[in-house]
């Protein structure tokens, strides 16, 4: 069915600011009260976006969330007009206001988690949109992502959508960032690897290892739920546990501390509390060698790959066989990383023959390099002619999204700025403007009535 790895990325939101709303999040926590440009982060996404399609990847596009979240506000008791709702919630409750704008689905890889159809049972895609149930900001989500991707991949004999798992900490659910697939080639059978923080039920999980200073956001539950869902069976998984040093040390998810692409899985040695049984159960499992591209602590420092967002690259592959790593430019910035890069990645006996760094400073600094900006969808030739929408990239679309973001985007926003009340009306212009670009209908509550 000549199988592809599409890339979605996430557009970069109007109300892009620096609220340092995610605990854990060492970036996000750092530049909290910063002034952003809400109109430069739309358009280096956009950029990456069109580096990758210029060289031969397939790029698709995903539209922002509603915000301000004006229905989130009023559900927690802010009554009165648009203006009096926003003025009393940053009276009152400014962080709360600052929840309901944040931008944070620009963060694509935790929209959802996804199983191609080579490997599903019923011969179809699946996704199941993440709860993101452990930060208020995101928790917000899910239905506006589940109403976005149902408009998307819409075709029935294709696409299969599962609900969102409870919003428990049982089932604490952060989809892709924590959720790798490794197999020959995009086209063959894959394993799953499913990464969790900590384990919430059963005989171990009050003695199970856990980090001491910041909060395992995905549980060993909501993974192996979601693997269900997905009608994958044992030989098809594997659930590994995070090192808790690494969460400790700023690592929320597990796209910060390894990418895996194909059969080569690019790790850092404090990746996972027990590395030797997780590579040995992915050996077993793979039909195809596993290639481990293991980097050390005495190489890259837990601060140097979290400042850096190293391993919160992309991993692509390339039809000569080899593969491309894209990192921020924040890789040249840490001597150790970059060196490491020259030494290490390249030089290696491993696929990877090139690096190309991306300037994606705006969403680096609220804590999300280019792996978090796009979720991976594997389809098929006729999965992709079954799409809904005009949401792959070309480069018609490329420039009909500039030109939006150039009319409707702000270059300067404060959190101060969140209660303007004007905020509201250029949002909603611009989004229900996006939709009619990409033909999706409509899937934002203010066009739901």
Known sequence: MNYREVNFDGLVGPTHNYSGLALGNVASMTHEGLVANPREAALQGLAKMKSLM????AQGVLPPQQRPDLGALRSLGFTGSDTEVLARAAGEAPQILRAVCSASSMWTANAATVTPSLDAPDGRVHFTPANLQSSFHRFLEPATTARVLAAIFRSDAHFAHHPV????????DEGAANHTRLCGGHGEPGVHLFVYGREAFGWGAEESVAPKRFPARQTLEASQAVARQHGLGESQTVF?????????????????????????????????????????????????????????????????AVASYLFNSQLLSNP????????PGECQERESVWRTIQDHLLAGNNPIAEVVVKDVKQ??????????????????????????GRVLLDEALHGELIAWVERHYRDRLAPEDLADPQLVVETLAALDELTRILAIGAVYPFQLG
């Open 363 to 388: 969403s680096m600094r609220n804590g999300g390099g280019p792996a978090c900006l796009r979720l991976r969808v594997v389809l098929g030739e006729a999965e992709r002619a079954a799409l809904s």
């Open 240 to 304: 590994a546990q995070q090192h808790p040093d690494a969460i400790d040390a700023g690592v929320f998810h597990n796209d910060v501390i390894a990418v895996g692409n194909g059969p080569v899985l690019l790790y850092h040695e404090m990746a996972f509390l027990d590395e030797r049984a997780t590579l040995d159960e992915l050996r077993a499992k793979l039909a195809t060698p596993l290639i481990p591209v293991r980097v050390p602590l005495e190489a890259v420092s837990l601060e140097d």
């Open 54 to 57: 210029d060289a031969g990847y």
């Open 165 to 172: 798992l409870p919003a428990s900490p049982a089932f604490s």
């Open 320 to 327: 000569d066989g080899t593969m491309t790593l894209v990192v």
